[in-house]
């Protein structure tokens, strides 16, 4: 498994807001999104 691959587990499991109500919901999806993006990047340049 690549340190990509493993971000990607980890960010499903534990940074995923689990409720909408959450007031912080928005906060915490545009984080999760950049860091999705990141380790996409991540993952194109490891199989370049």
Known sequence: MTDADRLHEMMREQCEP????????????????????I???????NQA
């Open 39 to 45: 380790n996409n990047d991540l993952a194109k340049e």
């Open 18 to 37: 689990k409720s909408n109500p959450n007031p912080r919901h928005l906060r915490y999806s545009n984080a999760v999104s950049a860091l999705r993006w």
